[in-house]
C-alpha cells in the first residue's frame, strides 16, 4: 500500500515532520489526496481547494507541490471533509470526501469522525490501524466544476503598492485606505 510515492511507514514519518503529530485526518488526507490525483479530468495543470481547514491542507503539501505559499492550494471552509484538486483554466474536477454512509463498519473510525467519543477516549493504534485497513473504501469520488470565481485568475494590472497613511507600511492599493489593519480588520489588538 502506497500513499503518494511513499510506503505507509514513510507517509506516517513525513507526516510526523511535517504536521507534528499522526493525526488521523492526515492519515484519511493522505488517502483522499492520492484518490482524488488517479481519477482526474484529462488536463495539464491543476490547483487544489480543501473544504476542511485541518489536515486536509497539510496533507495537500506533503504530497504535490500545491502549497497554500505558492497559491495553487485554497481552503473553501464548508467543513466538509473533502479535497477538491480541479484544471485551473475549466475548472473541471474531482472531488474526493469522506462518505459517511460508508463507515457503518469502521467503528473507530466512526466514533473519531462524528466525535462520539471524547478524543482522550479515542483507541489511536486502532483508528490508525482502521483507517489503513479501510484503505480508500471509506472515501467517494464525484467529478465537478469549480465557480469560476475559485479559479486562478490571471491579473491583467498588478496593483501599485501604496503606503497607508495611518501606520506607514506598505500593502497594495486595491485593498482600501488605510490598510485593512487600520480599518480594525488586522489580527492583532
Ligand atoms: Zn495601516
Not at 503529530?21 to 488536463?43: E, H, K, Q, W, Y
Request: proline share 7%; aromatic share 10%.
Amino acid at each position: 500500500m502506497k500513499i503518494g510515492t511513499f510506503s505507509f511507514e514513510e507517509y506516517i514519518e513525513k507526516v510526523i515532520s511535517f504536521h507534528g503529530s499522526v493525526a488521523p485526518g492526515m492519515i484519511a488526507g493522505g488517502f483522499m489526496v492520492d484518490l482524488a490525483r488517479t481519477n482526474l479530468p484529462p488536463g495539464e495543470f491543476f490547483d487544489v481547494i480543501c473544504e476542511a481547514s485541518h489536515c486536509l491542507p497539510d496533507a495537500v503539501q506533503i504530497l504535490t507541490p500545491c502549497t497554500i505559499g505558492n497559491g495553487w492550494l485554497k481552503i473553501v471552509p464548508t467543513g466538509r471533509f473533502a479535497v477538491i484538486f480541479f484544471e485551473k483554466h475549466t475548472g473541471a474536477g474531482t472531488r474526493v470526501f469522506m462518505d459517511p454512509e460508508k463507515l457503518e463498519k469502521w467503528s473507530e473510525i466512526k466514533s473519531w469522525f462524528f466525535r462520539i467519543i471524547p478524543k482522550h477516549q479515542q483507541d489511536s493504534a486502532l483508528l490508525v490501524s482502521q483507517l489503513q485497513e479501510a484503505g480508500n473504501s471509506i472515501y467517494s469520488i464525484e467529478q465537478v466544476t469549480v465557480k469560476e470565481r475559485f479559479i486562478t485568475k490571471i491579473v491583467k494590472e498588478t496593483p501599485a503598492i501604496i503606503l497607508c497613511p495611518s501606520c506607514g507600511e506598505a500593502y497594495p492599493e486595491n485593498f482600501g485606505v488605510p490598510c485593512p489593519a487600520c480599518a480594525g480588520n488586522g489580527p492583532c489588538e
